[in-house]
């Protein structure tokens, strides 16, 4: 592409120049014609003028053809071609004025002949060097006559004449070849400059974009999180003022905290979606790929979503198969829970129906509703974070706008095709395609988890006091033995105290990820390891969604908990670390 582009602007600047080449034709002719009137017959001096005002009006019209006409690479070598076809006849016309103007007796007419040659061969550099078989076939059309007139010429004259002819012609040659190399090059220059400010401005307007998509994001994320922040806030400061008066009915308290449970497991809600989201840039999400019965996924979300069909007074029809698809389960499931909440969310009459078809080798499952469709300018935004075209008020019970973000992260992340299709005041189609299997392979055996073991000792960092403290009462209270500190020096002297007392095993370390003095949880539970003297598998917990800093946290092969972490969550991540310890068969947990 880049190569015709040259070709192109090389032919343009040979083409740009025939003007130049046209006036110095008639400016020169009629100071040849002047000089030599009267001194060679006209029967041989008027028809070469007229051959040379010929050729140099047929030049002026191919010129203005040339720029009229459609070029394609193809016809760009024609147009080379005939410019050098021009510069050729032009030349041998020109290089025939050394037999049509000599004349023996006036050697100073031969001397101006042989002069004004000299300055056309050296102005065909820069007017010729676009093509070099116009350059030179130009030189040596205009050049061979006048080699033969030379030849013609008695004596040492003639000779040294040819000599400086022929370092003319070789002179000349090898800068009009220089001189192309050097218009080559500044063309392609300049053709990459214009490449790499077009990319420039792409890269402006996506950073704008992206800009902007940004400012949206945080003030949607900052809307949906206030809020639950906000009645969290209300309950506790109601729960205050009930224990200020006396004992809280255990009424009352029961339901506090059940209103507590429901905020926070909204705000989970949001940070996990958020945290999907940022796992995904990041690139840190595992594909694990197997073979699929999508005929048993279709009963459990059948059954999944029956209760909700029935509350919304929707008809929920899943179309039954016996298809097996090469995918990761977990990653379709989310793709289907996603795909379906938002068909059941935005369809107020009809139905939901959920079915898939062959696409040759692929699978594709579509999932149709009957909601009032997605018009057709919006059909991309629809897959942007924090975007829901019927929620304007940020009504969370319609979810949180990032459901179909998640979905399209996800379908890239696998390499499925995702497609949309939609009427509005219809419904919509939304579809995602696989491969297909065509045999069933047989069951991996599972492998025999261990059984629970007493409590582990834990060593614990943690630079947020309020944090540190309420997860040294939750696990003290699960009956494990804690060493805590707000940094690992803390818990290293935490722990030399109770060594000093008696046995003071450790056998898992949690630590908060970002911590004071810039250091990470990574570099506390290697600072503890160094300090036992042995290497104690760790937990990391993060309330980070950078991409940047997920990526960090899960290359250091620990397990990472995202905040906020619930106590059961934390329970099954000590469980699952103690296990795998034991099945790895380390001597961690004692």
């Known amino acids: 592409m880049q190569d015709d582009k040259i070709q192109e602007a090389l032919v343009e600047h040979l083409y740009r120049n025939a003007y130049g080449i046209v006036i110095s034709n008639v400016t020169i002719s009629l100071g040849v014609i002047y000089v030599l009137q009267g001194s060679i017959p006209a029967s041989w001096l008027a028809p070469w003028a007229i051959a040379v005002y010929a050729l140099t009006a047929a030049r002026v019209l191919a010129a203005r053809r040339f720029w009229k ?3 394609t690479p193809g016809s760009l070598r024609g147009w080379a071609w005939l410019a050098a076809v021009f510069s050729w006849v032009s030349g041998l016309l020109w290089g025939m004025l050394t037999w049509i103007g000599f004349v023996p007796d006036q050697p100073h007419l031969f001397a101006f002949i042989v002069a004004i040659l000299a300055g056309l061969v050296s102005g065909t550099i820069p007017s010729l060097s676009a093509f070099p078989p116009a350059l030179v076939g130009s030189i040596l059309a205009t050049t061979i006559p006048v080699a033969a007139r030379f030849t013609t010429m008695p004596g040492v004259v003639g000779d040294a004449y040819l000599f400086l002819l022929v370092c003319l012609i070789v002179i000349n040659i090898y800068y009009g070849l220089i001189a192309y190399r050097t218009l080559h090059e500044s063309i392609r220059l300049r053709l990459e400059n214009v490449g790499l400010i077009g990319h420039l401005q792409e890269e402006r307007d996506r950073a704008k974009a992206a ?6 994001f945080l003030a949607a994320a900052s809307h949906d999180l206030r809020q639950p922040i906000h009645a969290l806030g209300l309950l506790v400061s109601t729960l205050s003022v009930l224990g200020q008066r006396g004992d809280v009915p255990g009424g009352q308290a029961r339901s506090l905290a059940g209103s507590a449970k429901s905020i926070v497991g909204n705000l989970s809600g949001l940070l996990n979606a958020l945290l999907d989201i940022s796992r995904l840039d990041a690139g840190v999400v595992t594909v694990a790929r197997e073979t699929v019965d999508l005929g048993e996924l279709f009963r459990n979300l059948r059954d999944e979503f029956a209760d909700e069909a029935k509350a919304r007074g929707l008809h929920w029809h899943v179309a039954q198969t016996t298809v097996l698809v090469d995918t ?6 989310r793709i289907l829970d996603n795909l379906l909440s938002n068909a059941f969310r935005y369809t107020r009459r009809g139905g939901v129906l959920l079915g898939c078809r062959r696409r040759g080798e692929l699978v594709e499952i579509q999932v149709w509703d009957t909601g009032s469709g997605i018009p057709e300018d919006q059909r991309e935004a629809v897959f942007e974070e924090f975007v829901q075209l019927q929620n304007p008020a940020r009504d969370r019970t319609q979810g949180l706008g990032l459901g179909l973000a998640i979905v399209r992260r996800t379908a890239e992340l696998l390499g499925h095709p995702l497609k949309l299709a939609s ?7 939304f579809s995602v395609a696989m491969p297909a299997v065509r045999m069933r392979l047989p069951p991996s055996p599972v492998e025999s988890m261990p059984r629970e073991h007493s409590a582990a000792s834990i060593m614990i960092v943690d630079d947020e006091r309020d944090v540190l403290d309420a997860m040294v009462r939750l696990l003290e209270l699960e009956g494990y033995r804690v060493y805590a500190g707000q940094s690992a020096m803390d818990a290293q ?3 030399a105290a109770a060594a000093r007392i008696g046995a003071a095993p450790v056998d898992l370390i949690v630590a908060d990820y970002r911590l004071k003095d810039d250091t990470t949880g990574v570099e506390a539970i290697h600072a503890l390891n160094a300090y036992l003297g042995r290497s104690v598998p760790g937990i ?13 946290a899960t290359a250091s092969g620990f397990r990472i908990l995202h905040k906020p972490v619930s106590g059961e969550e934390l329970r099954d991540a000590i469980a699952a670390v103690r296990s795998n310890n034991l099945l790895a068969g380390t001597d961690g947990l004692r």
């Open 493 to 495: 002297m935490a722990h």
């Open 540 to 552: 990391i917990v993060t309330g980070d969604t950078s991409p940047s800093r997920i990526k960090e």
């Open 423 to 429: 009427v509005t005041a219809r419904g919509s189609m």
């Open 328 to 333: 990761d389960p977990m990653m379709l499931k």
């Open 211 to 216: 800009d902007h998509a940004k400012t949206r």
């Open 69 to 71: 006409r459609p070029r």
